[in-house]
């Protein structure tokens, strides 16, 4: 598989479709596996770590269902390219920055990806536009499926999945949501939502997960704990609370609409005349004026332009996004000036392109 082609592609979960896309981006279960007979990862030599990558990719070739996957040998990959790949959310920070044998197969439109040596000796990940956490628990079991008739997982007839992590134990799954949050970050809501959302053993994230900060008002959402759940608990876990975030942030941008209208146009419009004007730009400020903006088109503050364009500009000018689709490496103060022209080339192309279909 070759980067370029990915850089130059939209992503299947920033396609700005699905239910409740306004303010879901979304949604993606993850599920933890390991080999049995094999030690788990921080216990691996070079040679175990080689051997169950072998073995995973041999797997994967000899699956039809499976074999139109591109397979990327993450150790040969310079560390822009990795970057590029955890930017994409195909990896793991973790995984781009570990040792040893690892890899990441992933599906031809990023459908789904399945890391490979990251904490675990798999990790299984389908994430899809919009709110739709059923399908895509269909789509992960499916993959898992087809794997475990290859091979033989870790697995305690009491405990469960077997994992690195103890709170992976059981189902070994994850069920997140990645929203939109920018009106309840303006209204000074969202410790209050976030500190109830703890109380309910959900955990609170940024864009890049674990770590990351919520760069650009985007924030993820999901289970802690998985022993002694089943995989339909922990999907109803967290579809129970979306509605409620989502209405507190539809509340929220009515208030705004209503009860302070003057200073919310000028907001949106001051971020969206930055970022067409802008000659140097750092990605944190990008982050920040491209959620305003993308509130002021939810908002119809802003006409001629299209949320997925917006979407896709959030993950094409992070760092090495950038570099792969200049094709050189740059230095800080270079990307800051690509970023802006590319912001200006694609703002101005997706205005015109909506004006002359009017």
């Given at each position: 598989?070759?980067?370029e082609e990915l850089a130059r592609q939209s992503s299947e979960w920033l396609r700005g479709s699905g239910p409740e896309s306004d303010i879901v981006i979304s949604c993606r279960i993850r599920l933890a596996r390991n080999l049995a007979n094999h030690p788990f990862i921080r216990r691996c030599s070079d040679t175990d770590l080689a051997a169950i990558e072998r073995t995973l990719y041999e797997t994967l070739q000899s699956e039809p269902k499976l074999q139109d996957v591109g397979y990327v040998n993450l150790k040969m990959l310079s560390e822009i390219d990795r970057q590029f790949l955890v930017e994409r959310q195909l990896i793991s920070r973790e995984h781009a920055d570990s040792n040893g044998a690892r890899a990441v197969a992933i599906h031809p439109e990023e459908k789904f990806s399945l890391m490979i040596n990251e904490e675990?000796?798999?990790?299984?990940?389908?994430m899809n536009s919009g709110l739709d956490l059923d399908a895509?628990?269909?789509?992960?079991?499916?993959?898992d499926d087809v794997v475990e008739e290859h091979l033989s997982y870790a697995f305690h007839q009491r405990l469960g999945y077997l994992t690195a992590c103890p709170t992976n134990v059981g189902t070994g799954m994850r069920v997140s949501v990645m929203f939109h949050l920018p009106a309840l970050v303006l209204t000074q809501q969202i410790d209050k939502v976030f500190r109830s959302l703890q109380k309910m053993n959900l955990a609170v994230r940024g864009l890049y997960g674990e770590g990351s900060r919520a760069m650009g008002d985007f924030y993820q959402i999901s289970n802690q704990i998985t022993l002694g759940r089943s995989e339909k608990?922990?999907?109803?876990?967290?579809s129970d609370v979306v509605p409620q975030i989502i209405d507190y942030e539809r509340r929220a941008r009515d208030f705004l609409v209503h009860e302070n209208q003057q200073d919310l146009h000028d907001r949106v419009s001051r971020a969206y005349g930055l970022l067409c004007s802008?000659?140097?730009?750092s990605?944190?400020?990008?982050?920040?004026?491209?959620?305003?903006?993308?509130?002021?088109?939810?908002?119809?503050?802003?006409?001629n332009l299209k949320i997925p364009t917006i979407n896709k500009l959030f993950i094409h000018t992070q760092p090495a996004h950038l570099q792969k689709l200049r094709g050189t490496e740059l230095d800080t103060a270079n990307r800051n000036i690509e970023r802006a022209h590319y912001l200006q080339r694609h703002l101005q192309q997706d205005g015109a392109d909506a004006a002359e279909n009017n």
């Open positions: 598989m070759k980067l675990d000796h798999l990790r299984i990940q389908v895509t628990w269909e789509q992960t079991d499916a993959i608990d922990l999907i109803q876990q967290v802008a000659q140097t730009i990605s944190e400020e990008t982050m920040e004026l491209l959620s305003s903006v993308r509130m002021g088109v939810n908002l119809g503050l802003i006409e």
